[in-house]
């Protein structure tokens, strides 16, 4: 019985610290893009999911507030989480109220910035989440002119 409840015990720390290792660790990577055309991501391996990443001059920390100022301005958009090298959106659809969850990652090596939009829910999204990313490309762009 001991040796059970210890065991228990051990596992249970054990997931603590592992979790707790996870959340204040960094992504080196953004998530893979699902099955369904509904994402796409800079990182992808896969041409039909494919994207640029956004690049910037400048330093990181410069292109980070930019892009955060970029995501608090504009519409039906909530910024999630926002660490040094790695912010998280949400954006909302109109209409329907959809959510689709957009990611970026700051690698320190590199002026660039990793991207990835992916729709929460559905199949399809008719290239809504590649047209959003070209827009904010667009209006990062132009802020740093």
Same mark, same amino acid.
């Given at each position: 019985?001991?040796? &059970? ?10 997931? =603590? ?37 956004? &690049?910037?001059? +400048? ?9 955060? +100022? ?17 912010? &998280? ?23 660039? =910035? &990793? ?6 829910? +559905?199949?399809?999204?008719? +290239? ?18």
């Amino acid at each position: 019985m001991m040796k &059970h409840l210890f065991s228990k015990h051990l596992s249970l720390c054990v997931c =603590i610290l592992l979790s707790a290792t996870q959340a204040t660790a960094g992504p080196d990577k953004l998530s893979p893009c699902p099955d369904s055309p509904n994402c796409v991501c800079s990182q992808s391996t896969g041409t039909a999911r494919f994207i640029e990443p956004l &690049h910037y001059a +400048g330093n990181l920390a410069d292109a980070r507030q930019k892009l955060i +100022g970029l995501l608090e301005n504009a519409k039906r958009v909530r910024l999630i989480s926002a660490e040094t090298d790695y912010l &998280h959106a949400e954006f909302r659809s109109l209409i329907f109220n959809f959510v689709d969850d957009v990611e970026f990652y700051f690698p320190s090596e590199d002026r660039i =910035i &990793h991207v990835r939009s992916a729709s929460r829910t +559905g199949y399809y999204d008719f +290239g809504a989440n590649r047209r959003r990313v070209e827009r904010l490309r667009s209006a990062f762009e132009n802020l740093a002119k």
